[in-house]
């Protein structure tokens, strides 16, 4: 089934949460065919999950923390989201690696605390403009795979990736649907040999730039298993029209 998640990032007040979640419950139908997340900032997620009980659409976090608990003033632990209803959680996301200086290895030690959890993770891999332009973009997403799968590897069942390419992020340019296929073929290829007793549940999902204009030319792919959107997902209209798109 294929999933389409909204990223808010730092978007969005407990009563503005509210507002959205009640008017996108009846832009959308019964979503027999796929799978939608809303992933609200931390201050909006209790809210969020006594809204989206009982309903279709299911609740994310934007990041984690990968100790349970502990003396890490300002962090949020797995078992804290679980309770509030968290069924995913994004992991790796390009500005958490770039503005907060998340390495492999922290996203490694984020994706087995997901696992621990019973929680979803989302990892988020992609290039650079100056890795595209130098051909290293394969070299690049293939090398976050394998940092952040480290040890992990039989579990990739378990996790989803979001090819998201850093200069198509909130730049209003797409990827092309064919570039992002060509990639996802490959991220199939890196998954298989990691793992190669993998069932194949591991959906790859294409974020960047993502529109009601362009969603469904992104998802007449197969090789396409869903959508991270980041900036559309913002307005419950908007957003509405790219889950009902295909």
């Not at 989206?52 to 890490?72: H, I, M, R, W």
């Not at 290293?136 to 989803?160: C, H, N, P, W």
């Not at 197969?222 to 997902?233: D, F, K, N, R, T």
């Amino acid at each position: 089934m294929r999933l389409i998640a909204a990223n808010w990032k730092m978007n969005k007040t407990v009563s503005e949460t509210e507002d959205y979640i009640k008017k996108f419950l009846k832009l959308v139908g019964k979503l027999e065919d796929r799978e939608v997340l809303l992933c609200p900032p931390f201050t909006s997620l209790y809210v969020a999950g006594k809204l989206l009980k009982d309903t279709p659409v299911k609740l994310g976090a934007q990041n984690c923390f990968y100790e349970k608990s502990g003396a890490f003033t300002g962090e949020v632990s797995l078992p804290m989201l679980k309770e509030l209803g968290c069924s995913y959680v994004i992991v790796g996301h390009s500005e958490r690696r770039r503005i907060f200086c998340e390495s492999d290895e922290v996203i490694n030690k984020k994706l087995v605390a997901c696992l621990e959890e019973g929680i979803r993770p989302i990892l988020c891999v992609g290039e650079r403009i100056e890795d595209r332009e130098a051909g290293m973009t394969f070299k690049v997403v293939e090398t976050q795979i394998r940092l952040a799968l480290s040890g992990i590897e039989k579990y990739t069942d378990s996790v989803d990736i979001a090819y998201e390419p850093v200069w198509a992020i909130g730049t209003g340019v797409p990827a092309t649907p064919e570039d992002a296929v060509e990639v996802h073929r490959f991220i199939k290829e890196v998954l298989k040999d990691l793992n190669p007793g993998s069932e194949g549940r591991t959906r790859v999902l294409y974020g960047g730039s993502v529109k009601p204009e362009n969603a469904s030319e992104f998802m007449k792919h197969e090789e396409i298993e869903g959508l991270l959107v980041g900036g559309a997902s913002l307005d419950p209209e908007s957003f509405a029209k790219i889950v009902n798109s295909f």
